[in-house]
């Protein structure tokens, strides 16, 4: 059955708190960006509920997502949250009862979803992605059909002139008819630019009908509820353990802080700068420079990589040459957030950008003793501000936000003076005490923690004014009430925290949204259809399922045991197998083989209806008598490779063995690429520049650029292009890998490795991450971790869609110990796969989409074609099993190589994928002597569209 899939890119605001710190992006509509799907799925019922403890407010939104569409889609729903929310729960309607999700670490939630799809069941996924980001999957919604999602979030109300106040966009479902809304908890008054909104009382709480005045208004619906003066202690007991939310007021007295003569400043300059306000962050500065009158700037900016630290003079507050400097950078590449490095002499840092890290080294550097760091951002919910905010107050400082002209003063005052803060934090009868922020949101302290004795006391230490008081604070005297959303909020206070250090706190992140419930950067929430597939997965399913888990878990455990040994025994035969074909001499075959093809044509392979069919064989060019070897002690005779995609400057000494590999660099025929290939080199760039706004939503456009600057010799420019690939769409592994091949063939492996790194951390349930991650490690002379990599991918159970790959990465595991001389360690490899296979040739091809069959054909010298229906030939040609659902590799090989042309080509043969694909993007390595000392290396990068047959990409010749 196939799927297509669309992104409902909604970018809900859902539950935005109505504090004046934070932009709120205005929705977009509904936006279907896969083709193929007939009419976009569409939003045809909503419900809001609001449940309020104290200064917590837990928002929930059902959503009824209807296809109008006559083939079942992949609903992909995106959006940002506000600062200070915490999604803690969805459920999806099966068989029209809600189930609830459970959390489940992130990689592997991807993982079991994709695995389940392929079924045509019912799963459905929110994870996190990148900064404030979250993407809700659900599939299958039926053709002509409708399913039910429910969300839920957890935040802390926003304190606004003497009022608690939730602010609720609701342009997501501005074309329905009506949203019920239901109030409980405390009483609610509603307002907003809709006006007044009256409710009805019931023992329920307040409910009341949204109709279309009031979700067109161009502010929503804004709740509150009345302040009350002093301190606040709310207590929730859940699953016997009691839970505290307290709010401080502390509007206190900000007093002037000393300010630096010597700045750093880090200006993040990378593609999504576009989306930041340049005039305010300007304005801002001017207030800073002017404060500060005379100082020392040392300007980095940050893109794909770190600039060179440049020089600027402040003098009585005129920074002109700096703010025309920064007017003159381009927003453009990637964002390398940990690249630059800390400058000695500088007092305070001013970090300015979105916070978002996607490229290379991501752990900001640690300053020393006395320096600080201050965060400025302008992007609203499309910044990462938890990072940034945990950055800020770790370093000694803290994130400064603002939307619009309005918030100057107040981002003056927070970047100038040292206000009221939060400085030491003492309990008795409690634990594990967070502040939400040393400094107050709305003029209040928010804290959480948990009780585990009566007569709990709060000691805080409270600065306002330059002076620090402190305040006592009992916890015994609050009364709990049910419910869990004050530990989802202690557990949210805690993630701000560890988000400082993201990559160093991994774990802990994981296990505290795995505890808690919360989509984390670590942990998703998911959705399976039975308990056999919580099972299957081993995933603990909700509570009611937990005992009858536990039973068929333990049927379960012997089998698994068993799954390392069956791989092993399996991949040995094989192996030997490979062995055998080694060591046969194919010569007479051959022989035979070039003589009958003299005289007759080789028919086509046989396909199944509706399959591509494989053209006919090509005459032999040269006779098939002679070989040259493939042994380490064979010298093989000249190998060129040759073709329309070959590379006429990367010409290789011929090493040994005289074996000359050449490639061409594949040409894109679209008219941007023809436009820049005309332009003189130094306008190439600007010309970029000018055609982006129109294909900034396309990988051809940036992959095409790329090329073209590398051609011009312009590599720096074209490496930063091609890392705007990163920035595109969050955590998109296949536009990833595409990224890691085309570094590879631009020789480029140091900036290769971090993003293979990031593709096995999305994906390392597929053993193509930890292949090219380790052939990236090996390309960097780092050759023990490569093996160690390569290990994974041979010695680990797969998905039985992998077949053949183990065997493929024990070849290149065994040509790099071999290489290495003994200087490897090879660890529990199990002894009978430790041999070497030196090859005359070998062709690799890796494509970017799952479940996409593409399919390796080689035609030797005397004619005959080597694919998927012709795993061996005559002349001792072998190809791989066969990949059909998706990324490959498939390997063609031969020991011995005949005189003559190997014709390489790439079949585009179909696609069964929910999500609708378009062109493919293919690696092809070829190698000359492989596994030998004299082992010579091309990689090339093309794109195949569906309709693309048996495209040439390359040819050897042995003379």
Known sequence: MRHSAFALSCLLLLAAPAAAQAPIDRPLPPLLVSPGAERPVQLHAARIDVDVAGGQAQTTIELVLRNP????????????????????????????????????????????????????????LLERTEGNYFRLRVFPVPAGGERRVRLQLVETLARVAGERRLSLPLDFAAGLAAVPLRVQGEPAKAGGEMGALAFDETSAGQSALLGPRQLKAAGGLVLRWPLAGGPQVQVQEHQGQRWFHVEVPLPGVAAPRPLPDHVGLLWDASGSAGERDQALEFALLDRYFAAVGDADVGLQVLRDRAGPVRRFRVRGGDWSALKAALRAEVADGATALGAWTVQANVQEYLLVGDGLANYGDTAVPTLAAGQRLYAISTAGARADSVRLRALAEARGGRLVELAAPADLARAEAELLRDGPRLRSIDATGARDVVAASVFPRGGVISLAGQLVAGGGELVLGLEEGGRVRELRLPLGEARARPGRFLAQAWAGYRLRELQAEPERNRTHIRQLGQEFGLATPETSLIVLETLDDYVLYDIPPPQALHEAFLARRRDLAAEERDAARVHLEELVAAFEEKQAWWRTDFSAGSSARARRNRSLPEPAAPRIAGEVPVPAPLEPTMPSSAFVGGDDSDVLETIEVTGSLLNMEDVADGEGSGAVIVLQPWAPDSDVARRLRAAPADQVYALYLDERPANAGSSAFFLDVADILLERGQRGLALRVLSNLAEMQLENRALLRVLGYRLMQANAAEQAVPVFRRVLEIAGEEPQSYRDLGLALDAVGRAQEAVDALRVVVERPWDGRFGGIALIALAELNAIARREQGRIDLGQLDPRLRHNLPLALRAVLSWDADNTDMDLWVTQPDGERCGYSNTRTAAGGRISEDFTGGYGPEEYSIRRAAPGKYRVEVDYFGDSQALVSGAVTVQVWLSADFGTSRQRDQRLTVRLAPDEDNLLVGEFEVR
């Open 69 to 124: 569409g006559n083939r079942a889609l992949e609903g992909q729903l995106a959006f940002p949250l506000q600062p200070g929310q915490e999604v803690s729960g969805f459920a999806l309607d099966i068989d029209g009862r809600m189930h609830d999700a459970v959390p489940v670490p992130k990689q592997r939630g991807r993982e079991v979803f994709e695995a389940i799809e392929r079924r045509d069941v019912d799963p459905a």
